[in-house]
């Protein structure tokens, strides 16, 4: 069984595709998604996805691109409130991004209409969501671009979940990684990180501890090379690729051969760090 540890199946772009995409999820043997949820306005459609698919597990968080949409302060109450509603749920997107403050485009067409909250503004909402989720014992998926020292620095002058928590489509140093391991991290592989020029992020997951790892989509983001892919979704408005969350076998596969294993080794393993990070199912 396959595990996507992250992924966001509730895009605009995805729906047209639900009944397809769970087709390929049960014949790919796609035991669970995390589905995380980005800002208020996206939970409920979250949090419908997991009652209308059992492969779903949903996470609610506040992504760093979304902190300058929160309307009011109210945003951490509704969180607070849905948690304990859905006790099986996780935290996240969350986390701090340095790129859309010094590398991104101004015209790049995911960030129109965007509020670009700086650095210290991210932090405010970032740290409350972490510190339920260490109140909590809940899982934290963790977004992270060019922005590591500052998290590291915040992970380890904070509480963090004693089960753990995930930096998914981990592309930071990979000396950093047996110091976040040892605070708790795991780290999820990208298939898009199979492109050729990725060699950084490639040796880096050469280095993570076997039970560390685990595997992602970020589905619609993130796809992967083409000769990697194997599903297919017509592309967005703007003509970029949207990536199947089918291609997780890919990911798997891609990630095998880094690591000079077989794929069902490599599935035994990722299954036992999924389970004890975000539990089994209901």
Excluded at 22 to 41: L, Q, S, W
Excluded at 178 to 184: F, T, V
Excluded at 247 to 254: K, R, V
């Amino acid at each position: 069984m396959l595990h996507d540890a992250h992924n966001h199946l509730q895009d605009e772009w995805l729906t047209p595709h639900l009944d397809r995409i769970a087709r390929v999820a049960a014949d790919a043997r796609i035991a669970d998604m995390v589905v995380n949820g980005t800002h208020p306005d996206d939970w409920p459609r979250v949090e419908a996805l997991a009652t209308r698919f059992s492969f779903v597990r949903p996470a609610y968080g506040v992504h760093p691109w979304d902190v300058g949409r929160l309307r009011d302060d109210t945003w951490l109450g509704q969180l607070e409130s849905r948690l304990a509603t859905h006790p099986s749920a996780s935290i996240g997107e969350i986390g701090l991004d340095r790129w859309i403050l010094d590398s991104a485009r101004p015209d790049d067409p995911r960030l129109t209409g965007v509020r670009r909250a700086p650095l210290d503004e991210q932090a405010t909402v970032f740290l409350p969501q972490l510190a339920l989720g260490a109140k909590l014992n809940l899982p934290v998926t963790i977004h992270c671009l060019q922005a590591w020292s500052a998290l590291d620095e915040l992970l380890h002058a904070h509480p963090v979940p004693a089960r753990g928590f995930l930096l998914h489509a981990y592309g930071g140093p990979a000396e950093l990684v047996p110091k976040l391991a040892k605070l708790g991290a795991y780290f999820s592989f990208n298939g898009y990180f199979l492109d050729p020029r990725k060699t950084k992020q490639q040796d880096t997951f050469t280095l993570i501890p076997a039970d560390r790892l685990l595997v992602e989509t970020d589905a619609p983001a993130m796809p992967l090379p083409q000769p990697w892919r194997t599903h297919k979704l017509p592309p967005a408005p703007d003509g970029s690729a949207v990536n199947h969350p089918g291609n997780l076998d890919a990911a798997y596969a891609g990630l095998a051969s880094l690591r000079g294993m077989p794929v069902t080794e490599l599935a035994a393993q990722v299954t036992a760090n999924f389970v004890r990070l975000f539990g089994r199912k209901d």
